[in-house]
Every structure is written in C-alpha cells, then in structure tokens.
C-alpha cells in the first residue's frame, strides 16, 4: 500500500528535515511537500492533493482558522491538522467545528503526532487528552436538542441552579433533572461542568467568546 501523503505548512527547515525522518521511519506516511508561509499552501495543495494537511501554528490560530474553512470551498479535500504549541480548550473547539481533524501539541512525543495522523487519515477527529470534545463533536449533527433542552442549556450557561432554571421556565426541579440527563445522553458531555463549558457550541445555541462561557463555570458545579 502507497505511504498517505502529508503537506506541511512550517517555517523552520531542522523541522521540516526531522518530519521528513520521522514520516518516512513510520511506514505509513511520506512528507510529499511544504511550505513556510500559509499563504502558499492553498495553490500547492490544490495541486498536490495530499491526504493530509499539516500546519503549524505560527500564522495564528485565527488566520489557520479562516484558510481551513475555505479549503473546502476551493474543492480541496486535504485533512487539516493542527500543530500547536497552546490552544486553549474553547479555541480547540472552535477548531474542530471549522474543519481542524486533528490538533496535537509540538511537545508530544512522536507516537502521538503519528496516532494523530493515522486517525485523521483514517476519517477520524482526534485530539490528544479531549476523547470527551471530540465524543461530543462527532455527536452534535445526530442528536438534536429539542426546544426546551436549548433553553436549559442557555441558563446552565448562564450559571443558573436547578431551582432556578425551574423558576425560570416554569417546571419543577425534578423536570430539570430529566432535562439534564437527556442532554448529557444526546451530547455525550458527562457532567454539569462540562456542560456549563462547551454548551454553547450546540446545535440552535448561538457560541460566544470563552471568556462568557467560562463566567458560569464556578456556579456549575452546584446543582441545588
């Protein structure tokens, strides 16, 4: 079987000559080309067509963010990987939902920047230490949220008890329970706390900067 092809976007030439070494002693891969600026990599990648996309994170994470999104629309199907060297969990997110397949740190070791790029080559989402973002990302186009679930998670979010949230909308405690183990089912998100962090990304609920979101988190663990 062919090695899958990877296309790097990276700027330092000692990197790029130890992927090369790296890819090549796996069995699996073959450093097919790259580039050092971002910019450049969209006319190169819609030439080569690798299986994989590799960039690291110098160009920023916003810039990175906006040229995977249009991959797609320039009808190239390369799966984007992130190199990153800090990411923070609600940018990670962000990422993911934009089309990143895969996003592991510069400080793995190398097994794991292989795991990563087997599992995306694979048809995968894989993120080192985050098997619960990613369960709820592979989630969020199946399960829908039903109205009044929304309307639990947005108060959730909002730092709100259950006996509060029952106020609100007009329910007993009891039904806020229900409601909850509903979503938790649905979105594979296990507790309240993950809940207060990632419940904005989904479906019908409208994200919001992590600085917002992260506000409920001290409240989120009380469920009186």
């Known amino acids: 079987m062919d090695p899958i092809s990877v296309f790097v976007c990276e700027a330092q030439p000692i990197v790029i000559e130890g992927l090369t070494k790296v890819l090549f002693a796996s069995g ?35 810039s990175i963010l906006r040229f995977v999104s249009n991959l797609k629309g320039a009808g190239i199907q390369s799966l984007p990987v992130l190199w990153a060297n800090e990411l923070s969990e609600a940018d990670a997110v962000r990422a993911l939902q934009l089309g990143i397949r895969g996003i592991v740190k510069k400080t793995a070791p190398i097994e794991t920047l292989v795991d990563c790029l ?11 230490d985050s098997s619960q973002i990613v369960g709820f990302l592979h989630r969020r186009e199946s399960s ?29 405690a ?51």
């Open 28 to 62: 699996e891969f073959q450093l097919t080309g790259h580039v050092s600026r971002l910019s450049d990599a969209a006319a190169r990648l819609e030439v080569m067509q690798a299986r994989i996309f590799l960039t690291d994170q110098s160009a920023g994470t916003s």
């Open 118 to 128: 087997r599992e995306v080559a694979d048809g995968k989402i894989w993120m080192e």
């Open 144 to 172: 829908r949220l039903t109205p009044r679930e929304r309307e639990v998670v947005r108060l959730i979010c909002e730092g709100m008890k259950n006996k509060q949230i029952a106020a609100q909308l007009g329910i007993t």
């Open 174 to 224: 009891g039904t806020v329970k229900v409601h909850l183990m509903h979503i938790f089912e649905k979105t594979g998100l296990k507790d309240r706390f993950a809940l207060a962090v990632h419940g904005r990304g989904l479906p019908g609920l409208e994200p919001e900067p992590a600085q917002t979101a992260l506000k409920a988190i001290p409240h989120a663990v009380d469920q009186a």
